[in-house]
């Protein structure tokens, strides 16, 4: 039998390439893609062409960490985690971004940091 953790991160897994084979990041356009542990969340730009990222920011940023106190659980982390990536990108020139969820659903701390990404001024 498996595992319930096991048989989730192989769905999580098997979604995420399901996305992947339709979603590319561009210089003009990069992916925006989203990873989840169970304590902090991590966002970045990637250029897909190249093979780079461009601009990451996590819950462990120092801009972060300092309002972790002042902000009332992960979802409102996450929001801010979307700002700080926003806000980043705006200073490299990136207003327009392809948004890859990595297989998470788009409900709680990836919705959260999706809209706070978008109140930072980023188009998906």
Request: proline content about 2%; hydrophobic content about 35%; charged content about 35%.
């Amino acid at each position: 039998m498996f595992d319930k953790g096991i048989k989730k991160a192989r769905s999580r897994e098997r979604r995420h390439r399901h996305i992947r084979r339709r979603i590319a990041g561009t210089p003009h356009r990069p992916r925006l893609t989203v990873y989840r542990s169970l304590k902090n969340i991590y966002a970045q730009l990637v250029d897909d062409v190249a093979g780079r990222s461009i601009v990451g920011a996590s819950s462990l940023s120092p801009e972060v960490r300092e309002r972790v106190r002042e902000l009332d659980g992960k979802c409102e982390v996450s929001r801010e985690v979307g700002r700080l990536l926003a806000t980043r990108a705006k200073a490299k020139g990136i207003a327009e971004v392809v948004f890859d969820r990595s297989g998470y659903r788009y409900h709680g701390r990836v919705k959260a940091l999706a809209e706070g990404a978008r109140e930072g001024g980023l188009q998906f």
